[in-house]
Each structure stands twice: as structure tokens, then as C-alpha cells.
């Protein structure tokens, strides 16, 4: 079984409920149908009765359940509680409302702050920016966790590097010009969500232009103390570098570049030293090697909420939909 059919099969048998709020695309309905009928999540779509029955065009959404923020029971409790959360922003209860009933990214971060909903996908027609930036004013970092960042899975077809093509990329999404205690930050998530998602042991790569001090520069230099920080912090952890890609992943260059390391040449986590590299990077695997690119995933969140590329297929949200519902059940 490949990745995706084996997430398939771990969401079915937990079938957590998943918010779809973007009910102004026509992915959202394609997918929607695919999960229904395939049982991988219940569903939440949010927007009025005629609003959908408008956008769905002919996919058949049997069995999703529906909610109008206009008319939602709940409304009144999410916009007290928004309005508590915010506070100290500023918020009052007139904007809270107004967030509520205008942007459905709100209302479903809100759901799943609320526990009335276990996790939420968005993104195909909104930003990163604006995908993201409600689940961190709202759900925050989870315990024990400095940072939220955000990884793709990378399943790369006829690959025997990583874990047999697959491999978690870090930061793709979110922290431009992490620090080297952030990019640490990141490492640990990744090695995590990679343990959580895939079931094998992460060998997490630290990358950059240069291999094991090969070339000098802040940029490396940076990367250099994120290993040191990464390695002090999780004793156990195979992870090394800093390392260029090369290195990284062909056991050959590896052992020319940084012999003796237990990661070089092996690696099957991916961690880029900004989001120029990162989101770049997952791009160019995905388009030139075909790869499937699930995300981008949040890690270090209180609870599940995932993005998704603008440039996703229906296929992608019924992807992310899965993983989100594995990484709710592990929650
Ligand atoms: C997500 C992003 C919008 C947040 O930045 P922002 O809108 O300027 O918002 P702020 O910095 O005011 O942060 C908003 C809240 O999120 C929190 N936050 C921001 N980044 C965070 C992070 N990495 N981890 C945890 N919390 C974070 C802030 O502490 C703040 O909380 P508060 O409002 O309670 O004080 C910004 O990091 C961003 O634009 N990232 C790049 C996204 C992108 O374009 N990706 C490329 C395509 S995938
Ligand atoms: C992850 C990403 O690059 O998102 P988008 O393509 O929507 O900017």
C-alpha cells in the first residue's frame, strides 16, 4: 500500500469530522464527494443552503453536514468566546461578529476551537496568510511547543531515496527567515510528524549550500548553531548537517561530503534554511518529478488545521483531509 492509501485506511477506522469552509470553490464539492463516499472523515461544510446548492455544481454531498453562521445555534457562544480570546487585541463584539458571519476560516477555526469539529483544510482559493493567521490567533502553539511551522509529505514515484520517496519538507509555508533556534524548532516538529505520519524513523537533514563547513557565511553560520541547538535538544535524534542536497540524500556524495554521519545520504526529513528554499524546493520536486505534495501541514498547532496550495487538486484536498484526520486522532 503507498502513503496515502495507508493514511486512507488509518482515517476510515477513526472517521474523525473535518471543516471544509471554502464552500465557494468547486474543488471543495469534488473532494467532498470522494470522502463521503469513501468514508475517510465526516464533513463540515460551512455557508447557507442556497450558497451551496449554488456552488456544488453536480457533486452529490449526501451526508455532509451543513452550517449557516447565520443561523447556527452556536454563533452567539463562538462570538463570546472570540471576543475573550481577543481581547487583549482589542476585539469587540461587533467585529468578532462580523469575522464570524464574513470569513468562514474564522468560523471553522472557531468550530475546532470549540471542539464541535476535530480539524480543518483550507486554502485552495485563499492565501496562506489568510489560512494561516486565524488558526495561530486562535488555537496557538500546543504545550511544550515554541513554534507552529509548516511541512509538505513529498511522495516521489520511482524514488529509493528517503523512505522509499517519501519524505516530510520543512518550512514550506510559513516561517520566512527562521532563526537558528526556530530552525531547531522546526527539525523537532518535522522528525515528529514524520514518526506520526509515516511510522519509520526520521533521519532529518539540516540544509544548506554548504556541506559540514565547506563554505562560510552567516547564511551557513546559522544553520550551523540550529544543528548544534537541535542536536543539544534531542540527544537521540538522527539528525546532522548543515548539508547541501546532494549529500543529503545520495549515499555516494554523502559519504564523499560528510563521511561518518549517520543521516548523510539517508536522510528522509528535509529541513530548508528560509521559506525561499523550502517553498520553492517542494514546488519544484512536485512539478518536475511528478510528486504527490500533501500540505502545506501544520506541526506544533494545538489542533489540527491544515492548508492547501492554490494550485491543489480536488485530489490534494481528499489527501489532506486523510492526514489531517490521522494527525486529529493522534492529537
Ligand atoms: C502566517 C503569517 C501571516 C503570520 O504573520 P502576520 O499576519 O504578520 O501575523 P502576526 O505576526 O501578527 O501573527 C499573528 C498571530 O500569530 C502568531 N504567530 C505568527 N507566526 C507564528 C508561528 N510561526 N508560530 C506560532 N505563532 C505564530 C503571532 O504570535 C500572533 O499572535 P497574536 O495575534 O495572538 O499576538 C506570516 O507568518 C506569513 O505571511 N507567512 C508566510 C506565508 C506565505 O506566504 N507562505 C508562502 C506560500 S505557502
Ligand atoms: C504552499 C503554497 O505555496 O501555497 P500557494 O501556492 O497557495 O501560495
Same mark, same amino acid.
Do not use: W
Given at each position: 500500500?503507498?502513503?496515502?492509501?495507508?493514511?486512507?485506511?488509518?482515517?476510515?477506522?477513526?472517521?474523525?469530522?473535518?471543516?471544509?469552509?471554502?464552500?465557494?470553490? $468547486?474543488?471543495?464539492?469534488?473532494?467532498?464527494?470522494?470522502?463521503?463516499?469513501?468514508?475517510?472523515?465526516?464533513?463540515?461544510?460551512?455557508?447557507?443552503?442556497?450558497?451551496?446548492?449554488?456552488?456544488? &455544481?453536480?457533486?452529490?454531498?449526501?451526508?455532509?453536514?451543513?452550517?449557516?453562521?447565520?443561523?447556527?445555534?452556536?454563533?452567539?457562544?463562538?462570538?463570546?468566546?472570540?471576543?475573550?480570546?481577543?481581547?487583549?487585541?482589542?476585539?469587540?463584539?461587533?467585529?468578532?461578529?462580523?469575522?464570524?458571519?464574513?470569513?468562514?476560516?474564522?468560523?471553522?477555526?472557531?468550530?475546532?476551537?470549540?471542539?464541535?469539529?476535530? &480539524?480543518?483544510?483550507?486554502?485552495?482559493?485563499?492565501?496562506?496568510?489568510?489560512?494561516?493567521?486565524?488558526?495561530?490567533?486562535?488555537?496557538?502553539?500546543?504545550?511544550?511547543?515554541?513554534?507552529?511551522?509548516?511541512?509538505?509529505?513529498?511522495?516521489?514515484?520511482?524514488?529509493?531515496?528517503?523512505?522509499?520517496?517519501?519524505?516530510?519538507?520543512?518550512?514550506?509555508?510559513?516561517?520566512?527567515?527562521?532563526?537558528?533556534?526556530?530552525?531547531?524548532?522546526?527539525?523537532?516538529?518535522?522528525?515528529?510528524?514524520?514518526?506520526?505520519?509515516?511510522?519509520?524513523?526520521?533521519?532529518?537533514?539540516?540544509?544548506?549550500?554548504?556541506?559540514? &563547513?565547506?563554505?562560510?557565511?552567516?547564511?551557513?553560520?546559522?544553520?550551523?548553531?540550529?544543528?548544534? $541547538?537541535?542536536?543539544?535538544?534531542?540527544?537521540?535524534?538522527?539528525?546532522?548537517?548543515?548539508?547541501?542536497?546532494?549529500?543529503?540524500?545520495?549515499?555516494?556524495?554523502?559519504?564523499?561530503?560528510?563521511?561518518?554521519?549517520?543521516?548523510?545520504?539517508?536522510?528522509?526529513?528535509?529541513?530548508?534554511?528560509?521559506?525561499?528554499?523550502?517553498?520553492?524546493?517542494?514546488?519544484?520536486?512536485?512539478?518536475?518529478?511528478?510528486?504527490?505534495?500533501?500540505?502545506?501541514?501544520?506541526?506544533?498547532?494545538?489542533?489540527?488545521?491544515?492548508?492547501?496550495?492554490?494550485?491543489?487538486?480536488?485530489?490534494? $484536498?481528499?489527501?489532506?483531509?486523510?492526514?489531517?484526520?490521522?494527525?486529529?486522532?493522534?492529537?
Amino acid at each position: 500500500m503507498g502513503f496515502i492509501d495507508e493514511i486512507k485506511a488509518k482515517a476510515k477506522s477513526c472517521k474523525k469530522t473535518i471543516v471544509l469552509p471554502e464552500s465557494e470553490d $468547486i474543488r471543495t464539492y469534488e473532494a467532498a464527494e470522494a470522502i463521503l463516499k469513501e468514508g475517510t472523515a465526516n464533513l463540515v461544510l460551512i455557508g447557507s443552503e442556497e450558497e451551496i446548492a449554488k456552488n456544488k &455544481g453536480d457533486f452529490d454531498i449526501t451526508g455532509a453536514t451543513i452550517v449557516d453562521p447565520a443561523t447556527y445555534e452556536k454563533t452567539d457562544e463562538y462570538v463570546a468566546t472570540l471576543v475573550e480570546l481577543r481581547k487583549k487585541k482589542g476585539m469587540t463584539e461587533e467585529q468578532a461578529r462580523e469575522i464570524l458571519l464574513t470569513n468562514y476560516l474564522y468560523y471553522g477555526v472557531m468550530m475546532v476551537k470549540m471542539k464541535d469539529a476535530d &480539524g480543518m483544510v483550507s486554502g485552495a482559493c485563499h492565501s496562506t496568510a489568510d489560512t494561516l493567521r486565524p488558526c495561530l490567533q486562535i488555537l496557538k502553539t500546543k504545550p511544550g511547543t515554541k513554534l507552529v511551522s509548516a511541512f509538505f509529505v513529498m511522495v516521489v514515484p520511482d524514488c529509493d531515496m528517503g523512505e522509499n520517496g517519501t519524505f516530510v519538507f520543512a518550512d514550506c509555508g510559513l516561517n520566512q527567515n527562521p532563526t537558528s533556534e526556530e530552525l531547531a524548532a522546526i527539525a523537532q516538529s518535522s522528525a515528529e510528524s514524520f514518526k506520526q505520519l509515516v511510522g519509520a524513523d526520521p533521519r532529518v537533514a539540516m540544509l544548506s549550500y554548504s556541506t559540514m &563547513g565547506s563554505a562560510k557565511h552567516d547564511d551557513v553560520t546559522k544553520v550551523q548553531e540550529a544543528v548544534k $541547538i537541535a542536536k543539544a535538544e534531542n540527544p537521540d535524534l538522527m539528525l546532522d548537517g548543515e548539508m547541501q542536497l546532494d549529500a543529503a540524500l545520495v549515499p555516494s556524495v554523502g559519504a564523499a561530503k560528510a563521511p561518518g554521519s549517520q543521516v548523510a545520504g539517508k536522510a528522509n526529513t528535509l529541513i530548508f534554511p528560509n521559506l525561499d528554499a523550502g517553498n520553492i524546493g517542494y514546488k519544484l520536486v512536485q512539478r518536475l518529478a511528478k510528486a504527490e505534495a500533501y500540505g502545506p501541514m501544520t506541526q506544533g498547532i494545538a489542533a489540527p488545521v491544515n492548508d492547501l496550495s492554490r494550485g491543489c487538486s480536488a485530489k490534494d $484536498i481528499e489527501g489532506v483531509v486523510a492526514i489531517t484526520a490521522v494527525q486529529c486522532q493522534n492529537q
